[in-house]
């Protein structure tokens, strides 16, 4: 990928007293604005700084920076915006699309190479608008670099009142909090933004932090005029600027000791730690580090740690310290108890976590799945979810002496280990699909290619190749094996294959070779497969929802897959219906024809691991002719919600589950109903005139 350069460094440079030891400031043009920024000291406490470009948005900026660098990890930024203007205030009539005129207290992550902050930084930023555009105050960031940027008013609507405009970002470690105010004095804290975490979600492109902002980083003030051609540009008027470390020793607590905790070889075993510092108001710790046995755990570097037990890890210590500010406090050493497991050979483990990052699961620093499934192989379902993150795991055990090379093939991005042996703890990373590739595309993509295999793949920038002479792998020896992976929207895939070092690379659409026996994946034994809850027969009329609904009950790790079937009446053959539901609990519902009259339904359960299979018993649909009522028409809603949630292919494909409602108007025609929603009208079609009769679906 390219990177735009940053050009156009502002001539002024300026000292700021008081602040981070009277930190140098210095103003740099994002991107190649038209109209290059400045920053000028009015001699009366003020600055005005200038602006172009066509936004601080997307996946690189275009503006200016006016900003100091500190290393400092804890520390309060103020500014007081006097005025913000551009040519459309100048009384020209409007130039562009510049209502979204920004300045922004911005925070920049450096890259560590360059030196000077580039036009597609991550940022974390406090922002208001003229009072003539947008004219609101809001956070605004993105979360990677290259990135789309993103923002969420978290269901506020803040207006800026020139020239009292305060705003303020408190850093505490990974933690940013921003604040606004009108009088420097009295604070409203926005939102908290800690790094380490993916809890704040946006709300345009739902991006997601997930690790931790090192010290370093830019501070400073951005404008960009959001019209490029702007003649005058953004014209901010700024006062009371000043960035201070804060000095307050720190005092730590611990708040939730490490606990003792037992795991079944192969599962997740869950730790958790929390400390606060005492000595600052909000109490925030961010900084933990996780040992075993009194090794440090790479990565481990959260407040949680989860972890997939091994046989060798019973007995183990667990330990972690939390630290803050060069202060540090210790937990109790925990113990590890592993009890054995069972190994189910053909499938690997696979976890979801809805709107996690693939940092924090690679760090340990999150929560049990949401779902623990099974897949096929080393290989996971097309095009499953949005905005998710998964671990795929299991025991690798190859099918011949040799030395293997791996390949990865991700939509999104992923992350691939294997262990030197048995132990998940001694797993090392491989190989990583660093952009995206679609189903089964061993050596194509969209990212460094050299990364996706393992005989290539460098964690150096190519200095050094670990894997270069392929790894040297035992027949029947089993290798713990992992994949990590996100998906940020749109398709989503990921799959594993291999080869022996001499042999031919594998072609694009080629089956994945970890299936079967070479793949086995451990958990405690399954001893049960039942239905809990039976469907039961339906009678509906005809256009009317039909639904049957079933609950199973199992003792095993993975979720079953359920699978509904339709018989038609009168026939023999059971056909499916809809997709595979991994659930518990499902159910099937659809609007019913009079062709439906006299169908047979059932719900098939299946435990692939195990190999475990039952089904309900049969249900019959009586579907019964409904009355023919002139000048009505028959509405469904999905939603409406806050986003988009449903759509409209969902709905024709049945997939969107039941409607919120449903309701009979006079007419086929809505407008301005709401917002984010889909609807579905129908009718019986009457021609006044000799025709053709047929349902209207819109």
């Known amino acids: 990928m390219k990177r735009t350069t940053l050009i156009g460094l502002a001539a002024s440079v300026f000292l700021l007293a008081g602040a981070i030891q009277a930190a140098t400031f210095t103003g740099i043009d994002l991107g190649s604005p038209l109209l290059l920024g400045s920053a000028t000291d009015n001699g009366d406490g003020t600055m005005k700084i200038v602006g172009g470009g066509s936004d601080i948005w997307g996946a690189a900026d275009s503006g200016y920076y006016y900003y100091t660098t500190t290393s400092d990890p804890v520390w309060d930024a103020v500014v007081r915006v006097r005025d913000l203007v551009n040519n459309d205030d100048a009384g020209t009539g409007t130039i562009g699309d510049d209502g979204w005129t920004k300045c922004e207290l911005m925070v920049r992550m450096p890259d560590g190479v360059s030196g000077t902050p580039l036009t597609d930084d991550p940022f974390i930023a406090a922002m208001t608008t003229r009072s003539g555009g947008q004219n609101q105050i ?111 020793p720190p005092n730590l607590q611990i708040v939730k000791d490490v606990e003792d905790t037992s795991a079944v070889a192969g599962t997740a075993a869950l730790f958790e730690f929390e400390a606060v510092n005492t000595a600052i108001p909000n109490g925030y710790v ?149 952009s995206w590739a679609g189903s089964r595309v061993w050596v194509g993509g969209t990212g460094n290619l050299n990364q996706k295999r393992s005989d290539r793949w460098s964690p150096d920038d190519g200095v050094t190749t670990p894997g270069a002479e392929g790894y040297d792998l035992k027949k029947d020896t089993p290798y713990f094996i992992e994949g990590v992976f996100h998906e940020g929207g749109g398709g989503d895939n990921f799959a594993v294959t291999y080869k022996l070092i001499d042999d031919p690379d594998p072609v694009n659409g080629d089956a994945p070779k970890l299936v079967g026996s070479v793949i086995r994946y451990m958990t405690w034994a399954v001893t049960k497969l039942d239905v809990a809850t039976q469907p039961q027969d339906a009678t509906v009329f005809e256009d009317q929802l039909a639904r049957f609904d079933v609950v199973f009950d199992t003792d095993s790790e993975t979720l079953p897959e359920l699978q509904w079937q339709r018989k038609a009446p009168g026939g023999a053959t059971w056909e499916n219906v809809g997709g595979v539901i991994r659930a518990t609990e499902a159910t099937y519902s659809f609007t019913a024809r009079l062709t439906d009259n006299g169908a047979k339904f059932k719900c098939v359960a299946n435990l692939p691991g195990p190999a475990m299979t039952v089904e309900t018993a049969e249900v019959t649909l009586t579907v019964n002719e409904a009355a023919f009522i002139t000048g009505l028409v028959k509405q469904e809603l999905w939603g409406p919600t806050t986003s988009d949630t449903y759509t409209r292919a969902a709905v024709e494909a049945g997939t969107a589950g039941d409607p919120w409602s449903v309701n009979y108007i006079n007419s086929f025609a809505t407008t301005d109903f709401a917002d984010y929603y889909v609807q579905r009208m129908s009718c019986l079609f009457v021609p006044e005139f000799t025709g053709q009769i047929g349902r209207a679906h819109f």
């Not at 609507?157 to 305060?166: F, I, L």
């Not at 099974?374 to 998710?388: P, W």
């Not at 093939?409 to 703890?425: E, R």
């Open 138 to 248: 809001g956070p605004q960031w993105r979360t990677a670099r290259a990135g789309n940027a993103d923002w969420n008013a978290m269901g506020l609507t803040v207006r800026p009142s020139y020239p009292s405009v305060w705003l303020k970002i408190e850093r505490r470690e990974a933690l940013f909090s921003i604040y606004y105010g009108t009088d420097g004095t009295t604070w409203s804290k926005y939102v908290d933004i800690d790094t380490s975490k993916t809890d704040v979600v946006g709300a345009d492109n739902s991006t997601t932090f997930g690790t931790a902002w090192p010290a370093e980083v830019y501070v400073g003030i951005a404008i960009t005029a959001h019209y490029d051609a702007d003649p005058t540009g953004g014209i901010a008027t700024i006062s009371d600027f000043k960035v201070t470390p804060l000095t307050t």
């Open 286 to 434: 961010s900084s933990y580090q996780w040992s075993r046995n009194g090794t440090a755990i790479p990565g481990a570097t959260g407040s949680k740690l989860n972890m997939i037990a091994a046989p060798g890890d019973n007995g183990a210590k667990i330990k972690c310290q939390a630290a803050f500010g060069g202060a540090t406090i210790d937990s109790r050493e925990a113990t590890l108890t592993v009890t054995d497991g069972t190994t189910y050979a053909g499938y690997a483990k696979w976890e979801f976590w809805d709107g996690q990052s693939r940092g924090a699961i690679n760090s340990g620093n999150c929560g049990p799945a949401d779902m623990t499934m099974t897949a096929t192989g080393f290989e996971t379902v097309t095009d499953f979810s949005d905005t998710y993150a998964s671990r795929v795991s299991a025991w690798f055990y190859p099918p011949a002496d040799g030395k293997y090379v791996f390949f990865v093939a991700c939509d999104d991005d992923a992350d691939l280990f294997l262990s030197t042996d048995a132990q998940p703890a001694n797993k090392q990373m491989i190989a990583q699909e660093t």
